[in-house]
């Protein structure tokens, strides 16, 4: 939906919240703007529907009463915005874009990274390989994923052995063989749009696929991953995370968490990651298409993410800052603090 001139920008990242955002405050300052500053409030509430909007309003109240998530929380205002049907009428919510490598203090070191996308590696390998003398010779490291809405799992293979302490099974896929995902292969690996290097294992994913059309194929099983390397530094890793770190991002942390080194920061992540494995697939319209899943988590049912999240193990309740940017803030001070006194 276009959203353009003239647009309501409720600010809420001063007063927000992580795991103790105080979403029934968030949704009084959003009612109360609304009712004395949108000009369409009065011809939309009327004595026709004011009984309708009553009960939205104690509804909302209801579900934000219940909800101590930033991310979960704007959902709700959302719902309540769009009882308007103003386009106009929406939500600005600034997330983190900003890489960042500091020294934060002689023993500790941040890396900020904000997405795990495919054209993010290239910085990530950069990061670590230029800085990689220093991340082994300084006792603490924060990783901070704040804002990190996922990617793909090849963008942070680099950052895994900093983080490594023993070895660990990993988790594996299971892709659906349906005419349609196979159709997709075939066409992406005829069409030159498979990743340069993998075009081998796509072959013999659609080979599995045509053997087993309809059914759930593993061509990369569980293993054990085993590294040579165990360094000696960074001795503590603390990752920061929020609740809009999933996919990939949340992939980086079942990894990361096998890791003896490793204490999570934060609040509960936003959980999808279950079904994973996305691409555009047309719907019959030039430029409209639809993202769909091809792989579900050899987790389940045991183990869900989608929808439940990942815990930290220790909450951060600190102002929740939506665009840090490179600074170091009072979420990377506390990591810091109890890391150096760990």
């Not at 593993?218 to 995370?241: A, E, M, S």
């Not at 019959?284 to 988590?297: A, D, M």
């Not at 993410?305 to 951060?316: A, M, V, Y």
Request: a negative charge; proline letters at 5%; charged letters at 25%.
């Amino acid at each position: 939906m276009m959203k353009k001139l003239f647009t309501l920008l409720v600010l809420l990242a001063q007063t927000v919240y992580g795991q103790n955002c105080d979403c029934t405050k968030q949704l009084e300052n959003l009612i109360t703007k609304v009712k004395y500053d949108y000009p369409g409030f009065s011809d939309k509430v009327n004595d026709l529907t004011r009984s309708a909007y009553d009960m939205l309003e104690k509804e909302m109240y209801d579900n934000a009463s219940q909800t101590f998530s930033f991310h979960r929380c704007s959902l709700i205002l959302d719902q309540y915005l769009d009882y308007f049907h103003d386009a106009h009428l929406h939500l600005s919510i600034e997330t983190n874009r900003y890489w960042a490598y500091k020294k934060v203090t002689d023993s500790t070191i941040m890396i900020r990274i904000p997405s795990f996308s495919f054209s993010s590696k290239d910085i990530i390998d950069s990061l670590i390989t230029t800085n990689i003398n220093e991340l082994t010779s300084i006792p603490n490291l924060i990783i901070d994923l704040r804002g990190n809405g996922g990617g793909i799992d090849y963008s942070f293979l680099k950052l895994l052995p900093l983080v490594y302490s023993h070895p660990y099974v990993s988790d594996a896929v299971e892709w659906y063989a349906s005419e349609g995902n196979l159709k997709s292969f075939e066409d992406a690996l005829r069409n030159g749009k498979i990743r340069k290097g993998s075009e081998e294992w796509t072959k013999k994913l659609i080979k599995l696929m045509n053997e087993h059309r309809g059914e759930f194929v593993v061509l990369d099983p569980p293993d054990t991953v085993k590294r040579d390397t165990v360094y000696p530094n960074p001795r503590n890793v603390g990752i920061i995370i929020d609740d809009y770190c999933g996919s990939s991002c949340e992939q980086f942390i079942l990894d990361a968490k096998h890791s003896a080194k490793v204490i999570l920061f934060g609040c509960q992540t936003y959980g999808v990651l279950d079904y994973s494995n996305t691409s555009p697939e047309p719907l019959g319209i030039e430029g409209l298409n639809v993202y769909i899943p091809k792989t579900r988590s050899t987790r389940l049912p045991e183990n869900p993410i989608d929808n439940i999240g990942i815990k930290p193990d220790i909450e951060i309740n600190l102002p929740y800052n939506l665009n840090v940017r490179d600074n170091v803030d009072d979420w990377v001070l506390f990591v810091k603090d109890y890391l150096e006194n760990f």
